[in-house]
């Protein structure tokens, strides 16, 4: 099955940046499809980006789109969030997951089969 780790995670003034790394047990760009979600206290996960087999395309939610950066490198398999301009709304526990195949529909934690442990983001203003 596949392992996934996440880090970068931290604390960080209100318009810096940080950069998360997901690092997975195998190669995953021609066989999952790897998304970013996130959760704050008291509320529900949520879909931050995603990005699909062999590189098809690559989605960022409305909330953080211009800021976040989803990107991967293929022989480190490794899978990046790079988050600039944050907001304290963009306080939250970061997971990578991961699902098997070219999966096109919403961006719901239901639909993916392989999670990380999450890394803390804490933005403060």
């Known amino acids: 099955q596949l392992q996934l780790v996440e880090s970068g995670g931290g604390s960080v003034q209100a318009g810096g940046s940080l950069r998360l790394s997901c690092v997975a047990s195998?190669?995953?760009?021609?066989?999952?499809?790897m998304a970013w979600f996130r959760q704050a206290p008291g509320k529900e996960r949520e879909g931050v980006a995603s990005?699909?087999?062999?590189?098809?395309?690559?989605y960022t939610a409305d909330s953080v789109r211009g800021r976040f950066t989803v990107s991967q490198d293929n022989a480190k398999n490794t899978i990046y969030l790079q988050m600039n301009n944050l907001k304290p709304d963009d306080t939250a526990m970061y997971y990578c997951?991961?699902?098997?195949?070219?999966?096109?529909?919403?961006?719901?934690?239901?639909?993916?089969?392989?999670w990380g442990q999450g890394t803390q983001v804490t933005v403060s203003s």
């Open positions: 997951a991961g699902r098997l195949g070219l999966y096109y529909g919403l961006l719901a934690p239901s639909m993916f089969s392989y």
């Open positions: 195998e190669y995953t760009y021609s066989a999952y499809t």
């Open positions: 990005l699909r087999p062999n590189g098809t395309s690559k």
